[in-house]
């Protein structure tokens, strides 16, 4: 069922009709009249839910006739109140002018033949029926009833809000003890009155009339009418919305629910809604029972759900499980696989050919965008949930749950592909339950199968991912990257690829090569394995530094900058296990084929946003430096004026301009947005001015033959120790004097 904000008649029950007032005789003969003469004819649709009286054949129903077209009904409505008064002034001997009121009321329905409306008239009517609630007569329950019809035709709600007549009718639901035959028509003379007019829901969100409105919703009596009423306030009114929330409305509606005398399937559909506004993130959820996201989910079982009304039921759970005893709750009583049947649901019952069980027309099929938005709402509640304490603690590696996720992993179907990989990568945070995943489950074999062949970048992200977190155990590093891993890796590095994959992939393959060297020697391997093929010379390194080159996408950049530093840093440790002549082999292979290889690394000491990435850099460039090659390389980034600029400030603590900042985050944010003490600040600093003249000193070593002698009395200066402002700009100076650094 699609929920739009056209809301049709709802019949009361039959059981509610006795409690229904009858009009008087004359009333019966006309409207019986009116709905003969009419018959055939149908009240345009508004945005509203439409309330109109019990379906009694003794009372006029204004879905047959449009009040502003047919005078009928306008005298049908001055005339009815204006029978109704006189009888009541008899009755109770009321003090007032009567032939006044219906000389006013002849003039009004004249006028409604117009077109126009009497406020005037209708205020006098307000003053009379406010008399009559004051001696709580009968009377009143058959204006209202007459109300309650004629307020269906919305050129009537202003002249009914500007009279009086809504808050009356406001007072009348709000005192305690007020009959269901007088709350109901009143109830309903409200909804209507305020459907689509703001001026009137205004009044009706005071603070002496809302906390009423939401008691009655916790009644199953008058559910009926009570929930369509709040609906019409607070359909697309955030003022109307705001204030029924912060009232309590969200506990009322599951109060409502877990009643069991509560059986109106028709209402649903604006429940779901109303729990969706009434549960946003401005409400305190303290007043609702813990067992309220269960009350939810439960809602989604339902067979006759349609994914409109799906949504608004998830965007709810998502409200609840912000919060964490709502997530244990949810934990506890595994409700998250009433949450993954939504996303097999999803295909199963609304998209065509999906089941041969149930197959489904085209025509029949809902939005694609509502499917997506559905199945992308409940992923992301279910990968929250998958990562927090309890959810670990409950559903171990050999979990019903876990072995359904597995399943999904070879899913056709790409939404339960992505869920899969989401909560088995959160699952898979410590390293015993990756260790377990990869040699027992060779979860990481169907991974790198989905990278292999699935297109659909969500799922491939999701992946790059899940495989990252398996690969942070020592254990499982050489496992899981093999040369096809590397390879397949490798392929998200092209053009056609977002940067938020190739990010992933980067990342990915920096934890696969932190502190295993087989997985470096993959990364250098030959593109061709021809010796007279251009790609002969190429390595998958290569393809990585040819992205850092082209992609504008600063954190993909960094995370290059970040592998090139783990191979530094893998090829140096392991050069102890392994003998001289091999690891001078890879060293050579790294330098040889990779020229712009410190590039990357020249760019994290550059910046000054990410403290701890930038000493990260310093201390690569420092390794590098310690071979004659990897001088070479690391000489080359420094021709640049930009880059030397930072070397000499780094060293000399000094600014090298009087523009240029000292590199460094001045509030001490690292790159995790955590803040540091002044204190942690200098001593990082500290560390990198270390690393700066051990790479100054491996340079003057390995490379100062061949350095002129401007750059090599540079370089000299700089190891002298601290320097002034004045000396730090000399040198700057010096250095801008050499051709190569212009």
């Known amino acids: 069922m699609n929920l739009n904000k056209d809301i049709s008649e709802v ?66 409505m001055f005339l009815s109140l204006g029978s ?20 006013a009321l002849r003039r009004a329905d004249q006028i409604a033949r117009n077109g126009s409306r009497d406020i005037d008239a209708l205020s006098k009517i307000q003053v009379v029926l406010s008399e009559l609630l004051v001696l709580d007569s009968n009377h009143l329950v058959e204006a209202a009833t007459v109300l309650a019809n004629a307020s269906r035709d919305e050129s009537w709600r202003l002249p009914f809000g500007q009279s009086g007549l809504l808050a009356l009718f406001l007072r009348v639901q709000a005192t305690i003890g007020v009959e269901d035959r007088l709350l109901i028509p009143s109830l309903k003379f409200i909804g209507n009155t305020c459907a689509d007019t703001d001026i009137n829901r205004e009044v009706a969100i005071s603070p002496a009339y809302i906390p009423s409105l939401v008691r009655h919703v916790a009644d199953p009596r008058i559910s009926r009418t009570i929930v369509p009423v709040i609906y019409n306030i607070c359909s697309g009114y955030e003022r109307a ?26 209402l649903l559909t604006y ?42 039921i998830i965007h709810t759970t998502a409200a609840f499980l912000k919060h964490d005893r709502f997530q244990q709750h949810f934990i506890e009583h595994d409700l998250e696989y009433a949450l993954m049947e939504v996303i097999t649901r999803s295909f199963l019952s609304y998209e065509p ?9 085209v025509d029949q099929t809902p939005d694609e965008d509502v499917l997506l938005s559905l199945r992308k709402t409940v992923i992301e509640i279910l990968s929250d949930i998958s990562a927090t304490v309890a959810f670990a603690r409950r559903y171990t590696i050999n979990s019903t749950l876990v072995d359904n996720l597995i399943r999904w992993l070879s899913s056709q179907r790409q939404q339960e592909q992505v869920c899969a990989c989401l909560m088995l990568g959160n699952l898979a945070q410590s ?17 790198v199968e989905i990278l292999e062949y699935q297109t659909h970048p969500q799922v491939s992200y999701a992946a790059l991912g899940f495989l990252r977190n398996l690969a942070l155990p020592a254990e499982n590093k050489s496992t899981v990257g093999t040369q096809r891993t590397v390879e397949i890796i490798a392929r998200f590095w092209s053009e056609e690829v977002t940067s938020q994959i190739q990010h992933a992939s980067v990342a990915l393959l920096r934890q696969l090569l932190n502190s295993c060297i087989g997985n470096v020697r993959w990364l250098l391997e030959s593109l061709s394995s021809d010796p007279d ?3 002969h010379e190429k390595t998958y390194l290569s393809l990585l530094l040819l992205l850092f080159g082209r992609t504008d996408d600063a954190a993909t950049k960094f995370e290059t900058g970040r592998t090139v530093a783990t191979i530094s840093r893998c090829i140096s440790s392991s050069s102890q296990g392994l003998p001289p002549q091999a690891t001078n082999a890879i060293w050579h292979r790294l330098y040889g084929l990779h020229p712009d290889i410190a590039t990357p690394l020249a760019m994290m000491i550059s910046q000054s946003r990410f403290p701890v990435l930038r000493s990260e850099g310093w201390f690569a460039l420092a390794l590098m430096a310690r071979s004659g090659e990897g001088s070479a390389a690391v000489s080359d980034v420094f021709q640049q004026l930009e880059t030397f600029g930072v070397l000499v400030s780094t060293i000399t603590g000094q600014s090298p301009t009087s523009e240029r900042p000292v590199p460094g985050n001045t509030t001490g ?33 390995h490379t100062g033959d061949s350095l002129s002698d401007i750059r090599r009395s540079v370089l000299e200066d700089l190891m002298r120790g601290p320097q002034s402002p004045e000396r730090a700009q000399e040198l700057m100076t010096r250095a801008q004097s050499e051709d190569r650094l212009e």
């Open 533 to 535: 093929s251009p790609a």
């Open 11 to 76: 019949s009361l029950p039959q059981k509610t009709q006795d409690d229904t007032l009858r009009s008087n005789t004359s009333l019966q003969d006309q409207a019986s009249r009116a709905t003969s003469a009419n018959e055939a004819s149908q009240a345009p649709s508004s945005r509203h839910r439409d309330l109109n009286v019990d379906e009694d054949p003794l009372t006029f129903s204004l879905d047959q006739l449009n009040l502003h077209k047919e005078p009928l009904m306008a005298e049908r």
């Open 84 to 103: 109704i008064i006189q009888h009541a002034a008899e009755e109770l001997e009321l003090d007032i002018d009567v032939q006044d009121i219906q000389d």
């Open 669 to 701: 944010s690292d790159s995790n947005g955590s803040d540091r003490s002044p204190e942690q600040v200098q001593q990082m600093r500290d560390k990198d001015r270390e690393n700066a003249l051990v790479l100054v000193s491996e340079l003057l070593r």
């Open 353 to 361: 050919n999906a089941s041969q069980d149930s197959p489904v027309s």
């Open 241 to 266: 919305q705001h204030a029924f929330r912060t009232s309590g409305l969200c506990p009322a509606l599951i109060r409502l629910l877990q009643n069991p005398r509560f059986s109106e399937p028709n």
């Open 431 to 447: 390293d015993a339950v990756c260790r377990e995943m990869v040699s027992r489950l060779s979860l990481h074999e169907r991974l």
């Open 271 to 312: 429940v779901y809604s109303l729990l969706e506004f009434s549960s946003s993130d401005d409400y305190d959820f303290d007043p609702c029972p813990v067992n309220s996201v269960q009350t939810v989910v439960e809602l989604l079982q339902r067979d006759e759900l349609e994914p409109d009304d799906m949504l608004p």
